[in-house]
């Protein structure tokens, strides 16, 4: 059975950076896609970045382009997201996601994927 945790999240000042990581068991993570999303309060559950399992695209939602990078480590079993240039708005849960294997994967959209993590809190506040 295929989980995923996520670490790594935390208080940071606006400015301010963190890399989250998302490990995955049970299998292999290389046959996997895998995106990460967020939920603020009393907000939908938005995708924020993908990377794709078949040539390693990596695709974000256009609020954080040029600021967060997905990148996967294959041997780590570990896909991480940098954050950089932390605002207050992306305060919100961040969670991790695997799609079906081998599954032909772009932009993040909920009805992809299939697997969760229990999420990481990302608060960004003075």
């Known amino acids: 059975q295929v989980q995923l945790v996520e670490s790594g999240g935390g208080l940071v000042q606006p400015g301010g950076s963190l890399r989250l990581s998302c490990t995955l068991s049970g299998s292999t993570l290389d046959i996997y896609p895998i995106a990460w999303f967020r939920q603020a309060p009393g907000k939908e559950r938005e995708g924020v970045a993908s990377?794709?399992?078949?040539?390693?695209?990596?695709y974000y939602t256009e609020s954080v382009k040029g600021r967060f990078s997905i990148s996967r480590d294959n041997v780590k079993n570990t896909v991480y997201l940098q954050m950089n240039s932390l605002d207050p708005d992306d305060t919100a849960v961040y969670y991790c996601?695997?799609?079906?294997?081998?599954?032909?994967?772009?932009?993040?959209?909920?009805?992809?994927?299939?697997?969760w993590g229990q999420g990481t809190q990302v608060t960004v506040s003075p």
């Open positions: 990377i794709s399992v078949r040539d390693g695209n990596t």
């Open positions: 996601a695997a799609a079906a294997p081998r599954a032909r994967t772009g932009l993040p959209r909920l009805q992809d994927y299939s697997t």
